[in-house]
């Protein structure tokens, strides 16, 4: 193993909490791809890369019902890592347990760091009470590094008049705007998944302030109750995010919506169809092209994975099955681009509740057309999925 690195950590001096090294050898000589393991048992990696190329990482550790948000960076690639620093100020107030409302992070342009998730059934700061169930429920945390660099300041509830917090949420940082995602029931509690709205709270201030939540979707199409949504910030600064809907019960439907006026108004478009009576459980993941307006977006459906560009005219691609859908039960694909516009498709296989599974993963030529790098890993931990970082040299590094 590689040791951890010394090189001055500007945005972060802080006490070491887990000094450990996430280091991975390339699969072989011509395979683009590494493979790196998180540190402490790690889950649910997530992963943004910034304009200088450093890549930042927060993931979930510790008891499932009551972990603790981690945060790392990595200035060559994902191949090793800074000393890892606690991001929750409260004990156990993350949730990895379902595997769809772990903690999401964004990267202002002035380097400060942005990370909401989840709050566990003893989280704080607490919600309004829903007036139907006379509980608070579980709290949309949110928290910023300060304003030296040096920690992370206390978790925030942003929740602050919707109710029935479920699924994972999402951020995006665009100059000195902050946007926070989620989807919830008004403040009355009543209706099921028909009644959830995505919503948006906004910051215009770096975070110190975030107006009360918004919503922003279709109130006709209802939200998938435990499916997580995805937000993303365009090279040009357009929000889009992605969600599934609950239409009539059995619409689970991808849906789109993209907002080109600072998070104003957002159009809404339906990406795929799918009918079932029950909520699947899933998340989604959107990448950006280098320097371009392009958009990848991908979501699984029925035992599937797919991926599509927001370019006019762009096709839904998918990986060949290797198996029966039902068998291989594909969840959880996340994304990459590199410099030359190959695509790397991960996901899971095989996961259940408490189960674990093994990864896999399939790249794409420019075109859409299939690559010959592909491959899997059987020993995926259960509440877990994969990250995915685009290599200076045009590989990949895959984080679970």
């Known amino acids: 193993m590689m040791s951890c690195m010394r090189a001055p950590f500007a945005a972060f001096v802080i006490a070491v909490i887990t000094c450990a090294s996430l280091a991975g050898p ?21 992963v943004v890369v910034d304009a200088a190329g ?45 595997t769809v409302r772990g903690a999401q992070i964004a990267v202002a342009r002035n380097g400060r760091i942005h990370i909401v998730w989840n709050g566990s059934d003893t989280a704080g700061p607490k919600p309004p009470v ?19 660099g040096t920690a992370f300041e206390p978790q925030r509830n942003l929740m602050t008049q919707t109710t029935n917090l479920d699924g994972g949420g999402s951020v995006v940082a665009i100059e000195r705007s902050v946007y926070v995602g989620w989807h919830a029931h008004p403040a009355s509690g009543e209706g099921g998944e028909e009644a959830r709205r995505v919503l948006i709270a906004r910051s215009r201030d770096e975070g110190a302030t975030f107006s009360k939540e918004e919503p922003i979707s279709d109130p006709a199409t209802g939200v998938c109750g435990c ?9 040009g600064g ?22 080109r006026d600072g998070g104003g108004t957002f159009e809404s478009r339906k990406l795929y169809d799918w009918n079932i009576g029950a909520c699947p459980m899933t998340t989604m993941a959107m990448s950006a092209r280098s320097g371009k307006e392009e958009i990848m977006r991908a979501w699984e459906s029925d035992g599937q994975v797919y991926y599509s560009s927001t370019d006019a005219g762009s096709r839904i691609v998918e990986p060949p099955l290797t198996s029966p859908k039902e068998t291989a039960r594909r969840k959880h694909p996340r994304i990459a681009v590199n410099a030359r516009g190959d695509v790397l498709l991960v996901w899971t296989e095989g996961t259940a509740w408490a189960k674990g599974g093994s990864i896999a993963w399939q790249m794409f030529n420019a075109d859409g057309s299939l ?11 259960v509440w877990n999925f994969a990250a995915v970082i685009p290599s200076a040299d045009g590989g990949f590094t895959i984080l679970y």
């Open 26 to 46: 390339r699969v072989s000589a011509i395979d683009p791809v590494s493979i790196v393991r998180l540190p402490n048992r790690g889950v649910q990696p997530e």
């Open 54 to 98: 450093t890549v930042h990482l927060v993931y979930l550790a510790g008891e499932a019902r009551a972990a603790n948000v981690m945060y790392a960076r990595s200035t060559d690639g994902g191949r090793t890592f800074t000393s890892v620093v606690r991001v929750n100020s409260q004990e156990g107030s993350a949730i990895a347990t379902g």
């Open 130 to 148: 829903n007036p139907k169930t006379g509980r608070t429920g579980m709290p949309m945390l949110y928290a910023r590094s300060n304003a030296t």
């Open 227 to 235: 499916c997580g949504l995805r937000l993303l910030a365009a090279p």
């Open 238 to 259: 357009a929000i889009h995010a992605l969600y599934r809907s609950a239409t009539n019960g059995t619409g689970r439907n991808v849906y789109s919506l993209v907002s």
């Open 371 to 381: 690559s010959t790098v592909k491959g899997t890993r059987p020993d995926l931990p």
